[in-house]
């Protein structure tokens, strides 16, 4: 267990930085999330091979892991778009959310009885984003959008869970990169119809940024996160996931001088959610 718990905290910290790329990348966020998964799915596609572990699924097969890919790639244009509409603190503050939903969500999916508890926890953390939407009007679009990015990613985990305890984590990663491409490929001239994209190519420093997404924030986070819903419960990794912000707002300080725009309300509403992480935690580690 204690192996699982520090996967968990080395892929919540990878993932602060993603965040922070999201808002140095210059591309819309659709455009971004196309990238980000043709690259992953392309380098996974040549490691397997190389490796000959490339597993061969029938068509059936493919569907669940193309559909847990979607999702992947609709919570990751919804929380780029957050960024690009605020900061990074208020775009990783609003991940915090998919606690609540996934104490929603999954007993409705799984058919079991609701937690009072983990609505208790992630009352929490509810209660600290309303401080932040609240007391600050700029935000207020970043933060909607932000809500509904949570949202997906909670059905997301909680699919990922139920369809990968079936493949092999590699093999499963590359099927969802490539659903993921398809379906947002479909998705994108619809998205351009109400959003106009801009440039479709990255230039400059986005390609390192894209590299650095691609090889470390994507494949090498998607891997651990797959081991790890093997392994410990989905409430439970998506609260410790609340964790998130906090690393990619002390990032954001350093890169963006995010600090000089953080009030009050935000510092208690970041208190709050840290210790919806803390107590949840501790109990889950008490009870196993």
Same mark, same amino acid.
């Given at each position: 267990?204690?192996?699982?718990?520090?996967?968990?905290?080395?892929?919540?910290?990878?993932?602060?930085?993603?965040?922070?790329?999201?808002?140095?990348?210059?591309?819309?966020?659709?455009?971004?999330?196309?990238?980000?998964?043709?690259?992953?799915? &392309?380098?996974? &596609?040549?490691? &397997?091979?190389?490796?000959?572990?490339?597993?061969?699924?029938?068509?059936?097969?493919?569907?669940?892991?193309?559909?847990?890919?979607?999702?992947?790639?609709?919570?990751?244009?919804?929380?780029?778009?957050?960024?690009?509409?605020?900061?990074?603190?208020?775009?990783?503050?609003?991940?915090?959310? =998919?606690?609540?939903?996934?104490?929603?969500?999954?007993?409705?999916?799984?058919?079991?009885?609701?937690?009072?508890?983990?609505?208790?926890?992630?009352?929490?953390?509810?209660?600290?984003?309303?401080?932040?939407?609240?007391?600050?009007?700029?935000?207020?679009?970043?933060?909607?959008?932000?809500? =509904?990015?949570?949202?997906?990613?909670?059905?997301?985990?909680?699919?990922? *869970?139920?369809?990968?305890?079936?493949?092999?984590?590699?093999?499963?990663?590359?099927?969802?990169?490539?659903?993921?491409?398809?379906?947002?490929?479909?998705?994108?001239?619809?998205?351009?119809?109400?959003?106009?994209?801009?440039?479709?190519?990255?230039?400059?420093?986005?390609?390192?940024?894209?590299?650095?997404?691609?090889? =470390?924030?994507?494949?090498?986070?998607?891997?651990? *996160?797959?081991? =790890? &819903? *093997?392994?410990?419960?989905?409430?439970?990794?998506?609260?410790?996931?609340?964790?998130?912000?906090?690393?990619?707002?002390?990032?954001?300080?350093?890169?963006?001088?995010?600090?000089?725009?953080?009030?009050?309300?935000?510092?208690?509403?970041?208190?709050?959610?840290?210790?919806?992480?803390?107590?949840?935690?501790?109990?889950?580690?008490?009870?196993?």
């Amino acid at each position: 267990m204690k192996k699982d718990y520090l996967l968990l905290h080395l892929s919540v910290f990878i993932a602060g930085f993603t965040g922070v790329l999201g808002r140095l990348i210059t591309l819309d966020s659709a455009i971004l999330v196309w990238w980000r998964m043709a690259a992953a799915a &392309l380098l996974m &596609l040549a490691f &397997l091979a190389i490796r000959k572990d490339l597993k061969r699924y029938p068509f059936r097969d493919l569907l669940p892991m193309g559909g847990v890919g979607l999702l992947l790639a609709l919570h990751w244009v919804f929380f780029y778009a957050s960024i690009k509409a605020s900061n990074v603190s208020i775009g990783v503050v609003c991940f915090s959310l =998919v606690g609540f939903f996934t104490a929603l969500f999954e007993p409705i999916i799984n058919k079991h009885r609701f937690s009072g508890r983990e609505f208790l926890f992630s009352l929490l953390t509810i209660l600290g984003i309303y401080l932040i939407f609240q007391f600050d009007a700029r935000y207020r679009l970043g933060i909607v959008l932000g809500v =509904v990015s949570s949202a997906i990613y909670a059905l997301f985990a909680i699919a990922n *869970q139920r369809v990968g305890k079936h493949y092999e984590a590699k093999n499963m990663l590359l099927w969802e990169m490539v659903g993921g491409l398809i379906g947002l490929t479909c998705l994108i001239p619809l998205y351009n119809a109400f959003l106009p994209v801009g440039r479709l190519y990255p230039v400059g420093m986005d390609y390192p940024y894209l590299a650095f997404m691609v090889v =470390v924030c994507t494949i090498g986070l998607c891997l651990l *996160q797959i081991i =790890v &819903l *093997q392994k410990i419960a989905a409430f439970t990794v998506n609260l410790t996931y609340n964790l998130e912000p906090v690393y990619s707002i002390i990032l954001s300080m350093f890169i963006f001088n995010e600090y000089k725009e953080l009030n009050f309300s935000f510092v208690i509403g970041i208190v709050l959610i840290i210790l919806s992480v803390v107590l949840q935690t501790v109990l889950s580690l008490k009870k196993r």
